[in-house]
């Protein structure tokens, strides 16, 4: 080792530059392998913590309407325990959530808390998913009037006194019941789906269960399943139970126009990257391994960047290889030498690159949202493995080149050996195949960066400025308050126009089948039950038409004790609603019918104005478009949503938040700008895109320190040829046309590569987009260009110095 050391430090002391290039090539390749790597185990590990997560599969439910699909991550209460009738032995368990508010009565006060999460198990729901007790054990289940809080939970809910043996009163649909703290659990890693932070056993009487029996689907099913033969057997035996279910008519109608629901069972692990629609995370698999694919190919562009710089570096050193030999050493020992070099600076380099990761991974969270730390009980082991890769797959073929030095021919020779065209031929493919890379790259990012600019600045089909919405999670729990909320923002001058709505991309989601014709295919379509202002306070764009109001009894929906009675015969729909109903325009489709509702009770509807449509996700996830529905009774589980004068918004939601704890007591005050809707929708593209800016900036820096070595290298083995030239007649102009364009054509070869593969790549990603951008040539010329005047600026001074020397003093060089 003391030798292995020694050689390292003579030769990093004797080539300071080539050194210095090689570490901070391998460090920037190392650092972003590494934190790409913690990010690719974080989304990879989520829920992968539970003992049985392997074997854990989530039955889920397609529904099927005309070409459309929507996904349900909750089936029907009753599916399980009758597919545990059919299958004994069968390990499955429910989780049915549901908002309520609690009551914490204490010797001074009841503190009222809404809105809280509470989720009811199966008493078996431990044995699949063994959370950690503080507290208590999963046997208190067994007991119907036990709870079981997090940490979290329990520290909102009782402060720094012990949780455990607290009573709580839980109201649900006006029903009250008091439960017992009976166990306590650590919190719940970040990347969990089975977020439960108060957990009761499912109610054994139907009327007390949250699920609602076949009328509802509410319940997330899990079984353990793990061999094909028992998936295969649970999903038929699911299948059976919901034909002989009272839901049987609405899985198979015979008639093309009909609904259709499917089951599917999903692996736990892969829950997260579920479809739109499902009660998941949503992440995106395609980026996941797009940003692995950046930190993989970052460490191999540092790999190169070694092997390039070495087998340059190597045609100095080939007198040493000779006397070497002729004192003795044999082929494989002067390997195993230059390979303990390569060693002792790949360590260096993974040192520096493990620096650079502790500096990045909390940018990168705090850029992407994840909950990435850096770990150095997995780290340490993966660079380790990193090291010893690194050495023995860059280190190699210089070593063995190194090595295989012949010590007569070096010896007898005036001049240092040269490896002839082949050899720069080799390098300058290497230096190619790296700015391909960076090339590709640098267009992804141009485009990710570019949508994410075009969604910022999307028309998105209403006045955004001024408006602001008051919603929470549980809005029943706003229901109670609606009118008292109200009143006080219409008393207040700043507040230009109020409206109450419920359904569409906020609120409640209420969905429907709707068709133009019998027999057409349908589409699903969201409901937006409406007040009179609605239209006013959005400030949607009529395109045409006119739109509903109460002094016409067709165009009002009347509902009574939350149903509605009287349905309106007259809707506002949206564009996309019209053309998927076949209408070549707007205009088109005024006075025109359409059917409502499941096929075999659907009711035919009059379209009386359209307006644009309302876009305010990031046009991934698509969303059955919206039909509006004017009512005029309290509209149940909606938001509020206002409008206030230019500038006023702050001194508006500054005044309602004071008045809020007597308005609203205990609901949470959770007004949203939509300018900050609109903000959150798109910081998933934002920061898809810095985070692809990052990776460019690495790739192009590692391929730019490169080409300064092998431009530093060139400088050295052609300053005789330089010398010539010019005692020739050459002018410094035509030597420097001569050296760029030695650089410069590998990078516009590697455009040839790298276009193809980037349209490729941000054509299919486009594509999920219903609002994207056109895939013009100008960012592929465009990152040419810049990558080229890269590479003119890091390779000019060198260049320029070898260019301008005397030839005089060139041609004494050797």
């Not at 937006?528 to 038409?545: I, S």
């Amino acid at each position: 080792m003391r030798t292995m050391m020694s050689d390292f430090w003579r030769l990093a002391v004797r080539y300071r530059l080539y050194t210095a290039l090689n570490v901070i090539g391998l460090g920037l390749g190392v650092a972003t392998f590494l934190t790409l790597a913690l990010v690719a185990r974080y989304e990879l590990g989520w829920d992968g913590f539970y003992r049985q997560s392997a074997s854990i599969y989530e039955l889920q439910a397609d529904f099927v309407i005309g070409n459309g699909t929507f996904h349900m991550a909750e089936i029907h209460d009753p599916v399980l325990p009758a597919v545990e009738s059919r299958m004994p032995g069968l390990q499955g368990t429910r989780l049915e959530q549901i908002s309520a508010d609690l009551v914490v009565p204490s010797e001074t006060s009841r503190t009222v808390h809404y809105d809280q999460t509470i989720s009811f198990v199966d008493p078996n729901f431990f044995d699949l998913f063994d959370l950690k007790f503080t507290a208590g054990s999963p046997a208190v289940l067994a007991s119907p009037e036990n709870i079981i809080l997090s940490a979290t939970m329990a520290r909102q809910l009782f402060g720094e006194k012990s949780a455990l043996g607290q009573t709580m009163e839980v109201t649900r649909h006006g029903k009250t019941s008091v439960y017992r703290v009976a166990g306590l659990l650590q919190d719940h890693p970040a990347n969990t789906t089975i977020t439960t932070d108060l957990i009761a056993a499912i109610p054994k009487t139907a009327a007390d269960r949250p699920c609602d029996g076949w009328n509802t689907m509410c319940a997330q099913t899990y079984a353990v399943l793990p061999t094909a033969a028992l998936r295969q057997s649970f999903l038929h035996s699911a299948h059976d139970v919901l034909m002989a279910s009272p839901m049987s008519r609405a899985i198979e109608q015979k008639d093309p126009g009909g609904e259709k629901m499917t089951l599917k069972i999903v692996p736990l692990p892969l829950v997260h990257f579920g479809s739109d629609g499902v009660a998941n995370d949503g992440a995106s698999r395609s980026v996941l391994f797009a940003l692995a694919a950046i930190g993989t190919l970052s460490l191999l562009a540092g790999a190169v960047n070694y092997v390039n710089l070495a087998t340059a570096q190597s045609l100095g050193r080939a007198r040493e290889v000779a006397i070497r030999k002729v004192l003795g050493a044999s082929h494989t020992r002067l390997m195993i030498r230059f390979l303990g070099e390569t060693l002792v600076l790949t360590t260096l380099a993974a040192m520096m690159g493990l620096v650079l990761t502790e500096i990045a991974v909390p940018t990168v969270a705090s850029l992407s949202g994840w909950a990435v730390a850096l770990d150095y009980g997995w780290t340490l082991p993966l660079l380790c493995g990193v090291i010893v890769v690194l050495t023995l797959g860059a280190g190699f073929y210089p070593a063995f080149m190194l090595s295989s030095f012949s010590p007569a021919p070096v010896l007898a020779s005036a001049h240092l050996p040269t490896q002839g065209r082949f050899g720069a031929r080799i390098r300058l493919f290497l230096v190619g195949l790296q700015f391909a890379f960076a090339v590709t790259l640098g267009i992804c990012t141009l485009v990710v960066n570019a949508q994410a600019l075009h969604l910022r600045h999307l028309d998105r089909g209403m006045t955004i400025p001024g408006l602001a919405i008051i919603a929470t999670e549980n809005l029943n729990a706003l229901d109670r308050q609606q009118n008292a909320i109200v009143n006080a923002l219409r008393a207040m001058p700043e507040v230009t126009d109020l409206s109450v709505s419920a359904g569409g991309t906020l609120g409640r989601y209420d969905v429907g089948s709707v068709h133009r014709t019998p027999g057409q295919k349908a589409f699903m379509a969201q409901t937006v039950a409406h007040d009179e202002a609605f239209f006013r306070t959005f400030r949607l764009h009529l395109l045409a038409g006119r739109l509903t109001t109460s002094e016409r009894a067709t165009d009002v929906t009347h509902t009574k004790n939350g149903d509605p009675s009287v349905l309106a015969q007259n809707f506002v729909l949206s564009r996309e609603a019209t053309r998927k109903l076949g209408f070549s325009s707007p205009q088109a489709a005024l006075g025109q019918t359409f059917m409502f509702g499941d096929s075999h009770i659907a009711e035919k509807r009059t379209i009386v104005g359209v307006v644009e449509d309302v876009i305010l996700n990031s046009g991934q996830d698509t969303l059955p478009p919206p039909i509006y529905e004017l009512e005029t009774t309290q509209i149940e589980q909606g938001i509020i949503a206002f409008r206030t004068a230019p500038g006023a918004m702050p001194r508006v939601l500054s005044t309602l938040h004071k008045a809020w704890p007597t308005l609203a007591p205990g609901v949470p005050f959770e007004p949203q700008t939509m300018t900050e809707i609109i903000a959150e929708s798109t910081r998933g593209d934002i920061a898809r895109g810095h985070l692809f800016s990052i990776g460019a900036s690495v790739a192009i820096a590692i391929a730019c320190l490169g080409l300064y070595g092998l431009a530093a290298f060139n400088a050295e083995r052609r300053m005789h040829e330089v010398g010539i030239r010019k005692t020739l007649g050459a002018t410094t102009a035509q030597i420097m046309r001569l050296l760029l364009l030695q650089f410069l054509r590998p990078v516009l070869y590697a455009s040839l590569i790298a276009w193809p593969l980037a349209w490729v790549f941000m054509r299919n990603w486009l594509t999920g987009f219903d609002n994207r951008i056109a895939l013009t040539p100008l960012y592929f010329v465009l990152t040419t260009l810049l990558a080229a005047a890269l590479c003119a600026l890091t390779i000019f001074g060198r260049t320029f110095g070898l260019a301008r020397a005397e030839p005089a003093r060139a041609l004494r060089a050797e």
